[in-house]
């Protein structure tokens, strides 16, 4: 059989192509997006120098070099058909047959012994294998995975079960006699030492030669503490920098997909502005909310395929972020004031959102999708108000509600929860701000003279409530003060 030749490593251009089709399938997108003046000015040549059947051509021949793009690149270094054939290990022939029809060798299944130095020998040889680009990254994977655990099973095998430790337990120190206690010089001339009486003689010798003391306990000596080792050492920028140009070199493919998605989204944001009244509102408006219903939707599915799982993040992240625009798309484009009212748009938006982000945090996707859903629950409560026709100095009263209901729920939570001492920060602040705004209003307008005792009364019993699960010093002092302002 003939010696395998060296391999040159591939170019970038078939780096890509051996990427996962939906990759592709994103660079192909970003790159007619970027090149779409280019293939305009080339299609306008086209049309004023043949006519239609140029510009055809021209489309023709994208479209054909984008099906070569998402096609798998071929492999030169592939045999036909390896799983059919079979090898002998005597003079190397190839067969497809039990026996080997050159030497008549019967054939065996081979397989890799139990041992440290095959299994080790074995996983270097595949190593060096995808290091030489000759074999792909998930078959690499799966054999890494198989033969890996094989090898911890192997050890663990060897090293036998680990050593129970026995602990070792001091005896106490006896506590002293009465005869042994020292007494200090003034204390001694107090109290005069009295002679003890001699030994009586038993059998011709003392009594006290006649008891035998117990052998005294040896403790066995501690081990001794191995010392903590230090921690790994501090890199120099140097280092930092060639890892980190390491790391954009390994996924140069997720940066590009990145950056994609970011253009992606960008250029439909500046295509929609930019159109004038060649494009009506509502197209507007759909063209953006497809973008952020296959934002989220590729955010929430990518998950699936383990070569573009770390995009899907990303994808949720634009998806998240172009949803409240396209609300403001909406009202710009698509309803006037007359259609639908302000708060009851801000509303539909708000609640739509804050859902949006309360579900993304609480599903696992990020505990930071609930920052924006915060301000926007506020506005889509603040929105139900407005809509009810509430007066301006109830709106303190309004948000004293919500923050009382925070409050007591962060006390009963805040040491089983861990954003229980936030929430119960929060809807402290929020409360004052409440009784602020309703002491301010009432003030100034003169009117609606019970808002201002609501919002006390709410405050105090909030405070009130949340002695039961967490004692506080200024909650204590500032209780009388509140319920006194509640009946003033």
């Given at each position: 059989m003939a010696a395998?030749?060296?391999?040159?490593?591939?170019?970038?251009?078939?780096?890509?192509?051996?990427?996962?089709?939906?990759?592709?399938?994103?660079?192909?997108?970003?790159?007619?997006?970027l090149g779409s003046p280019v293939i305009a000015g080339v299609a306008v040549v086209a049309y004023e120098a043949a006519g239609p059947l140029a510009v055809m051509f021209v489309l023709g021949a994208i479209l054909a070099g984008v099906g070569w793009f998402i096609s798998p690149p071929a492999r030169t270094d592939q045999v036909t058909n390896l799983e059919a054939f079979r090898y002998?290990?005597?003079?190397?022939?190839?067969?497809?047959?039990?026996?080997?029809?050159?030497?008549?060798?019967?054939?065996?299944?081979?397989?890799?012994?139990?041992?440290?130095?095959?299994?080790?020998?074995?996983?270097?040889?595949?190593?060096?294998?995808?290091?030489?680009?000759?074999?792909?990254?998930?078959?690499f994977r799966r054999i890494c995975n198989e033969y890996t655990a094989r090898l911890d099973a192997v050890l663990a095998r060897r090293r036998g079960p680990a050593p129970v430790p026995v602990a070792v337990v001091q005896p106490p120190a006896p506590a002293p006699r009465p005869a042994d206690v020292q007494l200090r010089p003034e204390a001694a001339s107090a109290f005069p030492a009295r002679p003890r009486p001699a030994a009586p003689v038993l059998f011709g010798?003392?009594?006290?030669?006649?008891?035998?003391?117990?052998?005294?306990?040896?403790?066995?000596?501690?081990?001794?503490?191995?010392?903590?080792?230090?921690?790994?050492?501090?890199?120099?920028?140097?280092?930092l920098g060639r890892a980190a140009i390491g790391w954009a070199a390994e996924?140069?493919?997720?940066?590009?997909?990145?950056?994609?998605?970011?253009?992606?989204?960008?250029?439909?944001?500046?295509?929609?502005?930019?159109?004038g009244e060649s494009v009506n509102g509502t197209l507007r408006f759909a063209i953006l909310s497809t973008y952020a219903v296959g934002f989220l939707g590729l955010g929430l599915g990518l998950h699936r395929w383990e070569r573009v799982r770390e995009a899907g993040p990303v994808f949720l992240a634009l998806g998240a972020v172009l949803v409240p625009i396209d609300f403001i798309a909406l009202r710009t484009q698509v309803l006037s004031n007359d259609q639908m009212p302000n708060d009851v748009l801000w509303f539909f938006a708000s609640g739509t959102c804050a859902a949006l982000y309360f579900a993304l945090a609480t599903r696992g996707y990020g505990w930071l999708y609930a920052l924006p859903g915060i301000p926007a629950a506020l506005?889509?409560?603040?929105?139900?108000?407005?809509?009810?026709?509430?007066?301006?100095?109830?709106?303190?009263?309004?948000?004293?509600?919500?923050?009382?209901?925070?409050?007591?729920?962060?006390?009963?939570?805040?040491?089983?929860?861990?954003?229980?001492?936030?929430?119960?920060?929060?809807?402290?602040?929020?409360?004052?701000?409440?009784?602020?705004?309703?002491?301010?209003?009432?003030?100034?307008?003169?009117?609606?003279?019970?808002?201002?005792?609501?919002?006390?009364?709410?405050?105090?019993?909030?405070?009130?409530?949340?002695?039961?699960?967490?004692?506080?010093?200024?909650?204590?002092l500032a209780l009388p003060a509140l319920a006194t302002a509640s009946v003033a």
């Open positions: 395998n030749t060296p391999q040159s490593s591939p170019g970038l251009l078939t780096q890509l192509r051996s990427q996962h089709w939906f990759v592709k399938l994103i660079l192909v997108i970003v790159a007619l997006s002998c290990e005597s003079c190397g022939a190839r067969f497809t047959v039990d026996t080997c029809p050159a030497c008549h060798t019967a054939w065996t299944a081979p397989r890799i012994k139990d041992s440290p130095a095959a299994l080790a020998r074995f996983l270097n040889l595949m190593s060096a294998e995808y290091e030489a680009h000759r074999l792909d990254s998930s078959s010798r003392p009594a006290h030669a006649a008891v035998t003391t117990a052998p005294a306990h040896v403790v066995p000596p501690r081990a001794a503490i191995p010392p903590q080792p230090a921690g790994p050492p501090r890199r120099s920028s140097r280092e996924r140069q493919a997720d940066i590009l997909l990145y950056v994609g998605a970011f253009l992606l989204s960008i250029s439909a944001i500046i295509f929609v502005a930019v159109q506005v889509a409560w603040g929105s139900l108000g407005s809509i009810v026709n509430l007066p301006n100095e109830w709106f303190g009263p309004w948000f004293a509600a919500v923050a009382a209901g925070g409050y007591v729920a962060g006390a009963a939570l805040w040491q089983t929860w861990r954003p229980g001492k936030w929430l119960l920060g929060f809807s402290a602040v929020l409360g004052s701000a409440a009784i602020a705004w309703t002491q301010s209003a009432t003030t100034f307008t003169g009117e609606q003279p019970w808002a201002l005792p609501a919002a006390y009364i709410l405050g105090t019993a909030a405070l009130a409530a949340g002695l039961y699960w967490r004692r506080d010093t200024l909650v204590l």
